[in-house]
Structure formats: structure tokens, C-alpha cells
């Protein structure tokens, strides 16, 4: 009999605003990394680790909030990019924080090295961890994150 911990765990993965421009926007930033290319890693890395994944990108906040309320019941764990919404969305902050389930932020770039504003996150208090900095491995560490976290509790 196979045991808990090995069961596979349902992740769900939000791309937020203006991520559907990566691979043209800001190549400072960014570089060429398209999200498919973004998503394509994560769907590997998610098969190595026993996770199966749905991931949805969107520009609304409404429909993040829309989102989380929803597939919390599918979900084990979250991971979102809020893009700019990390910066100020208090609907989104009590949107995760409400779910009762491990929510991982993720940024490609390093949000403490660009502009002040950006700086600031009002989603990170209520997510289990934040990884940036790393372009598409941000994604990849927060999903060994979550498969550590969900088959150690």
C-alpha cells in the first residue's frame, strides 16, 4: 500500500497581469522567456515531483479572486504571480489569506531591486513563501516548496 505522502497533490498556478507579454516585454526585465516557455518548465518540474498542475493566466483581479475561491476545493496548494496587484491589492491579500490553503508568491525579476513601489508586497504576509529573482525557477522552487510542505502535513 502506497503511503499518504506519495499521493500526487493538486497545485494550481495563477500567471497575473501582463504576464501573456513576457517574450516582448521589457527584454531588460525579462529577456525572451515567453510564458510558454515559463509554463512548459512547470509542467516538467511539477511530472518530477508527483504534482499534477492547471495554470491559467489572467489580467482581471477579479478573476484571481474568482479563481482562489474556486479551486481552493480542487486544490491542495497555490502558486500566484500577482504581478503589479502584489503592490496593492488588499482583495487579493484577504482572497488568499480566506482559502485555508498554501498560497507561494512568485516574481521572475527581483521586486527589491526595481522601482521603490515595487518593494513593497501586501501579499506576502499571508502566503507560506515567497520566491523571486530567479525568472522561470521562481516557479520551480515554489513548487518543491509546496510538494515538501503538502507531504509533510
Keep these: 500500500m502506497a503511503k499518504a505522502s506519495l499521493e500526487q497533490k493538486q497545485i494550481f498556478i495563477i500567471h497575473g497581469p501582463n504576464l501573456n507579454l513576457l517574450g516582448s516585454r521589457d527584454p531588460a526585465q525579462y529577456g525572451t522567456l515567453t510564458l510558454d516557455k ?12 508527483n504534482l499534477e498542475t492547471r ?9 484571481i479572486i ?10 491542495d496548494g497555490f502558486i500566484i504571480n500577482p ?10 491579500r484577504d482572497a488568499i489569506e480566506g482559502i485555508g490553503k498554501p498560497v507561494v508568491e512568485v516574481h521572475l525579476s527581483n521586486i527589491y531591486e526595481r522601482e521603490d513601489f515595487r ?6 504576509e499571508v502566503c507560506a513563501a515567497q520566491f523571486y529573482g530567479k ?5 520551480l522552487e515554489a513548487l518543491e516548496y509546496l510538494a ?6
Design 38 to 49: 515559463v509554463n512548459t518548465a512547470i509542467r516538467k518540474k511539477a511530472r518530477e515531483l
Design 55 to 63: 495554470i491559467i493566466q489572467t489580467n482581471h483581479e477579479g478573476r
Design 66 to 75: 474568482d479563481l482562489l475561491h474556486r479551486r481552493r476545493k480542487w486544490a
Design 83 to 92: 504581478g503589479a496587484f502584489t503592490h496593492y491589492s488588499y482583495a487579493i
Design 119 to 124: 518593494a513593497i508586497s501586501v501579499t506576502k
Design 135 to 139: 525568472k522561470e525557477d521562481s516557479y
Design 148 to 153: 515538501k510542505h503538502l507531504n509533510t502535513n
